[in-house]
């Protein structure tokens, strides 16, 4: 089962059995790192980020489709008390259609969130497909905290590197993993993995330089200038 525990397709209880039996066993360990690494060079590699117009373009018609008025049936000639209700109603419905304004404004607001969100995205992705495809690119895999398993990947000559994790558990509330470079001993902080998805390859902020290897803490949301907490996992970076 080193093959499905690898890419995390195994039942909680199947999962158990083979951490219990990865303790033991060096051959099935060291078969289980060598298949999580080439499945996170394979899925990163063919990875792709759904264009900008997917998802933009939902959110811009939301804000230009106007909404249809109900049907009303034509009024009757009605008492005097009545028109005064219906007085009282339009200047409801005026009041409505100046709220509708702010809706569009607002509804405008999260396109552009949306297109602005997605280019970043987007130049993420492209910088992780960079790391991955160069040609100095050298990977390192290792079992982490709890069963999961870290891959980093580093190039020299772009001098960035590359971390993704399998079967991480997600921090706990109002908390964050955050990446360090570890520069002899110094903690240097490389960015913050996103909270809501904790399997997907992360790129580190800021150049390798001569760092040593990467840890991960957890941290209050937004991340904290320097750790403030032990690390969950510590990967020693590849060399040449």
């Not at 060096?26 to 990875?47: D, I, W």
């Amino acid at each position: 089962m080193t093959g499905a525990y690898a890419l995390d397709a195994l039942d909680p209880e199947e999962q158990e059995a083979v951490r219990r039996h990865l303790a033991v066993c060096p051959s099935c360990t060291e078969e289980v790192r060598e298949f999580s690494e080439t499945a996170v060079r394979l899925g990163l590699a063919v990875a792709v980020t759904p264009t900008a117009t997917l998802r933009t373009g939902v959110l811009e018609r939301i804000a230009t489709v106007r909404q249809e008025p109900p049907a009303t049936p034509r009024a009757a000639r009605t008492p005097r008390g009545l028109r005064r209700w219906s007085q009282w109603a339009l200047a409801a419905c005026l009041a409505g259609a100046v709220g509708l304004g702010g809706v569009a404004a607002w509804q405008h607001g999260l396109a552009e969130d949306a297109r602005k969100e997605t280019a970043r995205a987007q130049a993420a992705n492209d910088a992780v497909a960079e790391v991955l495809a160069a040609p100095d690119a050298r990977v390192s895999t290792s079992r982490l905290e709890g069963g999961a398993v870290g891959t980093v990947v580093v190039s020299a000559s772009l001098d960035r590197a590359v971390f993704a994790a399998s079967g991480m558990a997600p921090p706990p509330a109002g908390k964050v993993y955050q990446l360090w470079y570890d520069d002899g001993g110094t903690m240097r902080s490389a960015g913050l993995m996103d909270p809501g998805a904790t399997a997907e390859a992360t790129l580190l902020d800021g150049p390798v330089n001569q760092a040593s290897g990467v840890g991960v803490t957890v941290e209050p949301a937004g991340g904290s200038p320097s750790p403030t907490s032990a690390p969950v996992a510590v990967l020693a970076f590849p060399r040449a």
